[in-house]
């Protein structure tokens, strides 16, 4: 199973960005994804979840209202629609396979992680 994370950069507080997640080696269309995000001197945290079907979706507090996860099971992707950005959204985020859950240690795959930096 290999994941791809990409669609990271450097954008002003405000601002969007759309972070996109290819998947292969698996059966993509029966897990559940996760997005999580790890800023310096910091542990990992949840970011967002989505169900095998698109249906259901859940979100860490800190970005209801703001971000949007998303998938399309005939291009094997995942999207995490970044909006309202802040400084403090910066951190590395990954992409992840296998649950729906917000316990990163519930999912088996993970992607390589994506950099998004927020300036002031």
């Known amino acids: 199973v290999q994941l791809q994370a990409y669609g990271g950069g450097l954008v002003q507080a405000g601002g969007s960005l759309r972070l996109s997640c290819a998947c292969s080696?698996?059966?993509?269309?029966?897990?559940?994804m996760g997005w999580f995000r790890q800023s310096p001197g910091k542990e990992r945290g949840f970011v967002a979840a989505?169900?095998?079907?698109?249906?259901?979706?859940n979100y860490a507090d800190s970005v209801k209202g703001r971000f949007t996860i998303s998938r399309d099971n005939a291009k094997n992707m995942v999207y995490l629609q970044m909006n309202s950005l802040k400084p403090e959204d910066t951190a590395v985020y990954y992409c992840?396979?296998?649950?729906?859950?917000?316990?990163?240690?519930?999912?088996?795959?993970w992607g390589q992680g994506t950099l998004v930096t927020v300036s002031s």
């Open positions: 992840a396979t296998g649950s729906y859950s917000a316990r990163d240690y519930d999912y088996a795959y």
């Open positions: 989505i169900t095998w079907s698109g249906r259901s979706t």
């Open positions: 080696g698996r059966t993509f269309s029966t897990y559940g």
